[in-house]
């Protein structure tokens, strides 16, 4: 299965390396913040957004759909502002287990500070959108504004009735120390949520440095939700840490453990997306596994670390890129996923054919595979066609 999975792999790339690229927005500038939704129930059904311009109003959030696996997409559609002077951002989207797909985004604006998060519904698989509904207010936190990286995960059930919704958020950037990930839920299609709450708690508190403690979710096959974030409170603990966040124990409270600690676990450079991302295997729901993007030599590289115990104990940080150690070129903007047969794959924005180091070099998408029964990445390839400036 492995030979017949990797010549599969190399055959698209090879096939693909002419001419793969698509423009799906077809702006005439610049539009950005793109999320990509594949149906876990029909993967030749794909929902692309973005945030887009539309003449005479502020960035919106842009959407197409493709219902054969990107060949053809549909005309796009516009998911409108909460109000005329409200800008949109940060979009994420995920499916329900009755094909229903749902985006969560930010609406607001600055000075005067108005708008939140909010989640939209659409019942045609992305055509069109339905009414938007407030998850969290940009004041719900005093000045922290809690609209940040709203990221949307959904526990799939088998049977009849909505699905659980789950949505994390942070501060915004520019909101001053300390901060703290926030967490939030539904369970009537997104139409209403719970209270908001902090993810951190004694013992394992995000501290008073870090500007912006994100908060990665995913849920496992068995429906329970976990998220992972950072950080570095010397009263609890003198090294940085990535701490995960599992509910349980009662309908509002979590569970806590540590994914790794020490040095390394802070980027040197301020430019680079070093986000975390947390993954569920399909086929065993005690396995996930965390992407991040870490320093430990003179570069940020790309590494995962793995649980087989849903979190109670994880296994040492792999680096998963294979160009040369401590050569100054920085990875970032990591993400990853796990196939339908547990295995796995990571894909990030890769410098290696730069000229220079830094954060502000030519980038290119190279990706790994680790296979369900092995113990290490594979080879890196190259995923995209060109070197972008």
Excluded at 100 to 123: E, F, K, L
Excluded at 161 to 174: H, R, V
Excluded at 227 to 251: D, Q
Excluded at 255 to 271: E, K, Q
């Amino acid at each position: 299965m492995k030979l017949s999975l990797l010549t599969i792999v190399y055959l698209l790339i090879a096939t693909l390396s002419f001419g793969q690229n698509k423009d799906i927005s077809g702006g005439a500038v610049f539009e950005g913040e793109p999320y990509l939704a594949v149906d876990p129930s029909n993967p030749q059904h794909l929902i692309v957004a973005w945030m887009g311009y539309v003449p005479l109003a502020h960035l919106c959030i842009k959407t197409k759909t493709s219902f054969d696996g990107g060949n053809s997409w549909s005309t796009p559609a516009v998911i409108k502002h909460q109000s005329a002077s409200y800008t949109s951002a940060d979009v994420s989207m995920a499916f329900d287990h009755s094909g229903n797909v749902y985006a969560s985004y930010i609406d607001s604006r600055q000075s005067p500070d108005s708008g939140g998060v909010y989640v939209t519904r659409s019942t045609d698989g992305g055509l069109t959108w339905g009414v938007s509904n407030l998850v969290i207010n940009v004041f719900a936190d005093g000045t922290k504004e809690p609209l940040d990286r709203p990221w949307l995960v959904i526990a799939r059930n088998s049977g009849p009735g909505p699905d659980t919704m789950y949505i994390t958020t942070k501060p915004a950037p520019w909101v001053a120390v300390p901060n703290r990930p926030y967490f939030m839920r539904s369970y009537d299609y997104g139409v209403t949520w719970s209270a908001w709450k902090y993810i951190d708690s004694t013992g394992y508190k995000v501290g008073n440095a870090i500007q912006a403690p994100m908060a990665a979710p995913a849920t496992d096959s068995a429906g329970n939700f976990h998220c992972i974030y950072p950080s570095y409170y010397p009263v609890e603990s003198i090294y940085p840490r990535y701490i995960m966040a599992t509910l349980g124990g009662g309908p509002s409270s979590f569970s806590y453990n540590v994914v790794f600690s020490g040095i390394g676990t802070t980027p040197i450079d301020t430019l680079a997306k070093a986000g975390g991302h947390l993954v569920c295997d399909p086929t065993n729901n005690k396995h996930y596994a965390f992407f991040v993007i870490q320093n430990y030599g003179s570069d940020l590289d790309v590494y995962c670390a793995e649980t087989y115990n849903s979190g109670a104990t994880w296994g040492t940080l792999m680096r998963v890129n294979d160009d040369s150690y401590g050569n100054g070129k920085m990875q970032d903007l990591v993400w990853g996923n796990f196939d339908e047969k547990g295995n796995m794959i990571a894909a990030w924005r890769d410098r290696r054919n730069a000229t220079g180091t830094g954060y502000q070099q030519p980038s290119e998408i190279w990706a790994a595979i680790k296979w369900k029964d092995s113990t290490k990445f594979s080879t890196n390839f190259r995923v995209s066609d060109t070197i972008v400036a």
